[in-house]
T-cell receptor
Framework: KQEVTQIPAALSVPEGENLVLNCSFT??????LQWFRQDPGKGLTSLLL?????REQTSGRLNASLDKSSGRSTLYIAASQPGDSATYLC????????FGTGTRLQVFP | DVKVTQSSRYLVKRTGEKVFLECVQD?????MFWYRQDPGLGLRLIYF???????EKGDIPEGYSVSREKKERFSLILESASTNQTSMYLC????????????FGPGTRLTVT
């Protein structure tokens, strides 16, 4: 059974820091991996999608990597800002999306 | 831009009521999903649909049913609401072609009293 784990569960950093969020999954037979952002009380916004054949994807200050063989993905956020404060979720697609429980990020000025 | 809309942002219902949650997407996506999100449990899949009039059970279908009469609309039905169905409900869709990037609606916060 596929399980997705995110570490840390919560993170608080000062503005300007570069930071890494981790996601691990138990079964490497995935179609893709997605990173989402969720603001409090809101829906999910897709940030990056990495196909199983890809190693990384970049969008602005965000870079996500995928190492399928080891069952790991990282989301790198450069020069963090208070507006980056949110919960970040990763999900792997098999026959459906399986989500981790998220990392709650707070960036303080 | 893909838009997924949900009929209500907040809903308060009484125990035993029949509740309808509606989801509409405007990008001709074949695949639609209903999740519930609870603190400490993350997102859990209730039901999904790969096409009109198709439905498949997810991980936690008990107490729920769904309807997909039109491609753009996927409804979640609570036949007899119970307090343990108080939750945030999220609808999502994606195209069966290409990247499979899932798009989510804003969510419905349902409280059953």
């Amino acid at each position: 059974k596929q399980e997705v784990t995110q570490i840390p569960a919560a993170l608080s950093v000062p503005e300007g820091e570069n930071l890494v969020l981790n996601c691990s999954f138990t079964d490497s037979a995935i179609y893709n991996l997605q990173w989402f952002r969720q603001d409090p009380g809101k829906g999910l916004t897709s940030l990056l999608l990495i196909q199983s054949s890809q190693r990384e994807q970049t969008s602005g200050r965000l870079n996500a990597s995928l190492d399928k063989s080891s069952g790991r993905s990282t989301l790198y956020i450069a020069a963090s800002q208070p507006g980056d404060s949110a919960t970040y979720l990763c999900a792997v697609e098999t026959d459906k999306l399986i989500f981790g429980t998220g990392t709650r990020l707070q960036v303080f000025p | 831009d893909v838009k997924v809309t949900q009929s209500s942002r907040y809903l308060v219902k009484r125990t035993g009521e029949k509740v309808f949650l509606e989801c509409v997407q405007d990008m001709d996506h074949e695949n639609m999903f209903w999740y519930r999100q609870d603190p400490g449990l993350g997102l859990r899949l209730i039901y999904f649909s790969y096409d009109v009039k198709m439905k498949e059970k997810g991980d936690i279908p008990e107490g729920y049913s769904v309807s997909r009469e039109k491609k753009e609309r996927f409804s979640l039905i609570l036949e007899s609401a119970s307090t343990n169905q108080t939750s945030m409900y999220l609808c999502a869709s994606y195209s069966g072609r290409g990247r499979h990037e899932q798009y989510f609606g804003p969510g419905t916060r349902l409280t059953v009293t």
